[in-house]
């Protein structure tokens, strides 16, 4: 089974390029579909009932560095909570070191920080909070119950992508540095009939 609290074992390798734009919304689309359709910070997903809205995070603060306000690769895909609680505070860059390394989430829901850097990401974002581990559990049961009752449709609805993916193709960046990533989105995927059941 697809084990949803499992933090990447590798940094996260950007396979989109877009630069240029000079809103830093105008990216949603692309980190949307670069990080899955999840916050990158949390693991909570679009199709879940437990987060509500997703936004563009800064990983180095506007306030430190407005240059970076349009960087895509300053650019996180992140829920409300996690944004809200992250502020203007530094947090490891997902993209450089592997938040697998640092966090790992038992079957009760509860996180272990691995090392420093996990601390970090714990003491930030308030990933053991009593909340946010009676909703990691919750998930978790619910997961467990479908696979061990064979309950493939519910397996798909928690764990499958959302029906508006994005068409990047139709979106025109200024300028973009990996136009190849475009036939690896999730839509161009699902357009070949290659997408996943469940992620
Ligand atoms: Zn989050």
Not at 1 to 17: K, L, N, T
Not at 38 to 52: A, F, I
Not at 90 to 101: K, L
Request: glycine residues 4%.
């Amino acid at each position: 089974m697809v084990d949803a609290f499992e933090y990447p074992r590798s940094p996260h390798v950007r396979r989109h390029g877009p630069d240029g734009y000079t809103t830093y919304e105008s990216y949603r689309p692309w980190l949307r579909d670069e990080f899955c359709f999840r916050c990158v910070l949390c693991l909570h997903r679009e199709r879940w009932p437990t987060t509500s809205e997703y936004e563009v995070d800064h990983l180095i603060p506007v306030s430190e560095r407005q240059d970076l306000s349009c960087r895509y690769t300053n650019l996180l895909y992140v829920c409300r909570r996690c944004n809200n609680l992250k502020a203007d505070l530094r947090i490891p860059d997902p993209c450089s070191i592997a938040y697998g390394n640092c966090l790992r989430v038992n079957d009760d829901g509860t996180i272990e920080s691995l090392n420093e850097k996990g601390r970090v990401l714990v003491r930030t974002l308030r990933l053991d909070r009593a909340d946010r581990v009676r909703q990691r559990r919750m998930i978790i049961e619910i997961l467990i119950d479908a696979q061990e009752t064979g309950n493939t449709r519910r397996l798909r609805d928690w764990l499958g992508f959302p029906e508006d993916l994005d068409n990047l193709r139709k979106l025109h960046p200024p300028t973009n540095h990996r136009l190849e990533g475009i036939g690896e989105s999730w839509f161009s995927r699902r357009e070949r009939c290659e997408l996943p059941e469940t992620y």
